[in-house]
């Protein structure tokens, strides 16, 4: 198989996703500060709901890597199961590897032996794995007793949904950082009206920024219609 390094994904096409741009609950600071400082030694797994911001916070730690000089891998399991196992291999020379969403694979005999795999090619390098699921590991039932044991003595965090004030408070901040001028009519409408994951609306914005600069219209509430 080639190099991980010289595959490309669909999924691993350029992202803006970072650490600035992904605003951390009370609950979330100190999972946030260990991924940002680098100061976790061992693999991880972080499980929380569907809109706790895992797959932003993922590609924000590859992300962190590959600027700092460092290899690192993403992996969406829902997308990559429906390919082969083999894509599993070598990845263990890359310095970080995040494997999003690993309870897709929960009965799948063939991808389960080929992350146990992974796994144990791990513990003889000295790269690091990062999980995520949106169950905890105690719910989760592996079909492979010795992944699940595994998966069980790695040091586990949850990523806490942030609530509806903070998404308020999140969305102005990504604003801001990038220039982009929102009102809180316009955020609170947003709100409302759009999918509250916090991810889709980032991409919200994103596409009113660039429409807004486009046609020379400030964001408003009717051109926010247009987009959503």
Known sequence: MSNPKQLTFPWNKYNKS????FYASKLNKHLLSLLQNNTFKDDLL???????????????????FINQGKSSFYLPM??????????????????????????????????????????NRSLNSENRLIFTSSKNIDVMNFELKDLDSRL????SHELYALADDE?????????NLRSIELGSK??????TYANRNISDLVQI??????????????????????VI
């Open 18 to 21: 970072s650490f600035d741009s």
């Open 46 to 64: 972080i499980f929380g709901t569907k809109d706790s911001g895992k797959t932003y916070l993922l590609q924000a730690l590859c992300n962190h």
């Open 78 to 119: 829902k997308q990559a199961k429906e390919l082969s196992v083999d894509i599993l291999e070598s990845l263990e020379s890359m310095e970080l590897v995040c494997i999003d969403g690993i309870e897709s694979i929960v009965g799948n005999k063939v991808w389960e032996i080929g992350l146990f795999n992974l796994i």
């Open 152 to 155: 069980r003595k790695i040091q």
């Open 167 to 175: 998404i308020l408070s999140a969305l102005k901040h990504i604003a």
């Open 186 to 191: 316009e955020a609170q409408y947003l709100l």
């Open 205 to 226: 914005l994103e596409s009113l920024d660039q429409l807004s600069m486009e046609m020379k219209r400030k964001i408003t509430i009717p051109l926010i219609k247009e």
